[in-house]
């Protein structure tokens, strides 16, 4: 390789390591131009994220493995080259081989995959309980031992401030205190919505009649947390974006102490505190 070559190759080397840093550079929303998944916030969002890169791994292989034999058969027995095409339709070495091949991959697979399922399913290690329902188009958050209860709801392209972002901002965050785990009991109120906050890599349907549990791991640091409802559930289904907002446990104290008086919610607390004592007893 002359120094030319070189050269050139060490600026394809830089763009490709722009291209894979673009990812991991932002906040926890969305970026222009970004390529992959948001940064991982959380246990369970790192799972995620190794588990994503490494399915990325095994399938740009066998996808450069299936193109480099589909090249090799269309040259090496092209008309010209191989006039007389062989008639062959059997080779148990290579049936047996694309069998046991295939099955080996989906086991590697499998084993992460298991073991995020099941660390996802660990709701019982939380700390404190947030119901979320969705409606015809906001959310509601209620702490439910608490009792508060609010609706959230997008702020107009209109009134937007300069630190809120478009189509993502809410007027009132899901506030939350930094470096916990928190379950959600993730219900509906009319259509089917989805809860879903990539960074957290939390997405759960909320229907109508039924309580999804999940729960979010939510890391160290005072960040807010942008999602989106990603289930199509009616005209604005675009506008009823999820803010969960992680504060310094004081912050959170003084919030709820403000929540209180602010969002005070006399009977919901009535209606899910059977739902929950029989959630607790179930487990
Ligand atoms: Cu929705």
Known sequence: ????????????????????????????????????LQPPAGSIAEKATDLHNLLLIIITAIS?????????????????ANPVPSKTSHNTVIEILWTVVPVLILVVIAVPSFQLLYYLDKTKDTEMVIKVTGNQWYWNYEYSDEGVSFDSYMIDEADLEADQTR????????????????????TGNDVMHSFFVPSLAVQT????GRINEAWIDVPMGETSYYGQCNQICGVNHAYMPIVVKAVSKEDYAAWLAEAKEEFASVDTPQLIKPALIELASAR
């Open 1 to 36: 390789m002359n120094l030319r070559e070189t050269s050139r190759m060490s600026w394809l080397w830089a763009a490709i390591g722009l291209l894979l840093t673009t990812g991991t550079a932002s906040a926890a929303k969305p970026e222009p131009w970004q390529l992959g």
């Open 64 to 80: 450069l493995f299936v193109l480099a034999l589909l090249v090799y058969v269309v040259f090496r027995f092209r008309e010209t």
């Open 167 to 186: 189509l993502l901002s809410v007027d009132y965050p899901m506030v939350v205190p930094e470096g916990t785990r928190i379950k959600l009991l993730i």
């Open 205 to 208: 349907y909320s229907i109508a």
